[in-house]
């Protein structure tokens, strides 16, 4: 029998649709879990989540238990989290610091290298049996890129920087604004549910068309702030500054906007207050110096919302948000979100920080609950899909050259790698 | 009223007076129940004892933030609470911790009952941490901080009423 395509892409026939199957049904969730995430690069942790040997974080990446850490001699190392006698978790705290992995159930105990070093009553195991044949398994594919690491359960996968394609240069606008290069997970971690499919968020992550109706309130808030947000006098645009949208290769894809809601680094707005003007002048200052007038200015002028295919988002703007998400059900998934900030920033500018990333991000944000309630609405609405079948994505497909970030380019992007993963032969 | 003749039963009629307004999305006349300095604070899951200056929380308003909220959820175009949850909001174990000048040190716990549209109950479970100062017009909410016992929100979803 043949399928009912996934989308149909027909830009000389200004078509393209997606079939809105692809968002509800529980049979299309168990090929996303062979197709696309154990095909891609995952993203697994940042590099200052495990800063010194034996620290390690818990999680759970493409359904697999797994120990972000560092080993003995501080290398970056991700374990599966599964004792390699009965499979018992050998770590169930979220996070912390060890010199052993220890599997309580039969006492097998693993060192920060993996290795197997504590087998009780060994000596009733047969001849041959070796502990070096036993250590920790790891993913088959393990890098990183600027501090991000990324794990793969496909052996066969190009290397993560020809996989990051054009990302690389947004995740590079991030790394820059550090002086030392260096970022830094900032304590404290939002994990939350959405009921609705895991795809939905990847839209909605960089979907600029929304935001004078879903944000209408956040928008007035910033109003309200003093923030100038109406829109420049220029044709078909919707929102307070341009932005563009546009894929990067390999499903990313991303809005890169002219900044209007201010930066940590460096633009400062009027909502931080007087008296952070200077500091953030001289935060600015030090990113000319150090990148010269045009790299600084891209650096700190410009919001950009990276998608890096599949499930990994990074909001780049008032404050750089690091967010991934996992399907639970095709009408569930688990969300988890963190601020990344610059390792030298003072105490003042990482409150500053934090403090512009809750106007607009997180559970009890201004602007993330009506995300989250939106997705919820879709996903109740995606219960008619049989009936109404597609869903219409072609704003922007009549243009040549660029297309802005309230049309659908970097959406079409993401779903046409998406579908060719999907149909692809295993 | 002097700081010292303040008895658990009168904060406790506080804190019940301040759950019936939010549970009748009264926010205004809340509003009137917080200093002119108020915070209002929610920590994340996994950081409970944190700092809102160091750690990333779930919502750390200062007054003026606080203001703002109330604003967004008074608009109908606050979609995420349009239509309004109905929450329910149990207090107990209410202890005066400490007395320091004007200011008194209050815990409770608290299980918030939420329901919303044709969604499951959710349910707040955890420890409210105000700090009550004793004014003219009796006693102000200066810091109230939410204390959730959740490891993650989970199903909980967005803390997008006044919790």
């Known amino acids: ?426 | 009223m002097s700081l010292n003749d303040i008895t658990r039963s009168a904060v406790e009629d506080f804190l019940y007076q301040e759950a019936a307004l939010l549970d009748e999305w009264r926010l205004d006349e809340w509003l009137s129940l917080l200093t002119d300095d108020a915070i209002y604070q929610i920590p994340s899951t996994d950081a409970p004892d944190s700092q809102a200056r160091d750690s990333l929380f779930l919502i750390a308003d200062d007054a003026t933030r606080i203001k703002a909220r109330v604003k967004r959820l008074n608009d109908t175009e606050a979609h995420a609470e349009f239509p309004r949850s109905r929450t329910r909001r149990m207090i107990s174990n209410v202890r005066i911790i400490e007395r320091d000048r004007d200011t008194l040190a209050v815990n409770a716990n608290f299980s918030v009952f939420r329901y919303r549209r044709n969604a499951p109950l959710r349910q707040f479970v955890g420890r409210y941490e105000y700090l009550l100062r004793v004014t003219a017009e009796g006693l102000r909410i200066a810091e109230r901080r939410v204390i959730l016992d959740p490891t993650e929100l989970g199903m909980l979803g967005a803390v997008s009423f006044i919790l």
């Open chain 1, 1 to 426: 029998m043949t399928e009912t395509p996934f989308i149909i892409d027909q830009p000389e026939d200004m078509v393209f649709r997606l079939n809105r199957r692809t968002l509800a049904d529980p049979e299309i969730l168990i090929r996303e879990q062979t197709k696309i995430f154990d095909k891609s690069w995952i993203y697994c942790g940042h590099e200052s989540e495990v800063s010194k040997p034996g620290d390690f974080c818990t999680r759970t990446v493409c359904g697999r238990p797994v120990i972000f850490s560092r080993d003995s001699e501080g290398n970056v190392r991700v374990y599966l989290n599964a004792c390699r006698h009965r499979a018992a978790m050998v770590c169930r705290e979220a996070f912390g610091n060890t010199r052993r992995y220890n599997c309580f159930y039969h006492g097998w105990s693993y060192n920060r290298d993996g290795e197997l070093v504590g087998v009780p009553g060994e000596e009733s195991y047969p001849p041959g049996f070796d502990k070096a044949n036993f250590s920790l398994a790891e993913p088959p594919r393990v890098d990183s890129y600027r501090g991000f690491w990324f794990i793969s359960f496909n052996p066969a996968i190009m290397d993560l920087k020809e996989y990051l394609s054009g990302a690389t240069e947004y995740i590079d606008l991030v790394a820059d604004q550090s002086p030392s290069g260096e970022m830094q997970i900032i304590k404290g971690t939002q994990e939350y549910d959405i009921r609705a499919n895991w795809k939905l968020l990847v839209e909605n992550s960089f979907d600029d068309y929304h935001l004078l109706t879903t944000h209408k309130t956040w928008l007035d808030y910033m109003k309200d702030s003093g923030v100038q947000v109406e829109p420049p006098k220029e044709q078909g645009i919707l929102l307070p500054s341009k932005g563009i949208g546009k894929g990067l290769g390999n499903g990313h894809a991303v809005i890169d906007n002219v900044n209007f809601r201010g930066r940590p680094v460096a633009k400062w707005i009027s909502i931080y207050g007087e008296d952070a003007k200077e500091e953030i002048n001289e935060i600015r200052a030090e990113l000319v110096e150090r990148l010269g007038e045009k790299r600084a200015a891209r650096v700190a002028d410009t919001n950009r919302n990276l998608v890096v295919f599949p499930n990994l988002v990074i909001n780049d703007g008032s404050s750089v948000t690091i967010r991934t998400f996992w399907p639970v059900a095709a009408d569930h998934m688990k969300v988890t979100a963190w601020a990344l900030g610059t390792m030298e920033e003072s105490e003042r500018a990482r409150a500053r920080r934090l403090d512009s990333f809750l106007t607009f991000y997180g559970p009890g944000g201004f602007a993330t609950p009506d995300d989250v309630e939106a997705l919820e609405a879709v996903q109740e609405g995606l219960a008619t899909w049989r009936e109404t079948e597609w869903s219409e994505m072609t704003r922007g497909l009549n243009k040549e050259g660029e297309q802005l970030n309230t049309d659908e380019e970097h959406l079409r992007a993401f779903w046409r790698q998406w579908n060719s993963l999907m149909t692809a032969d295993l």
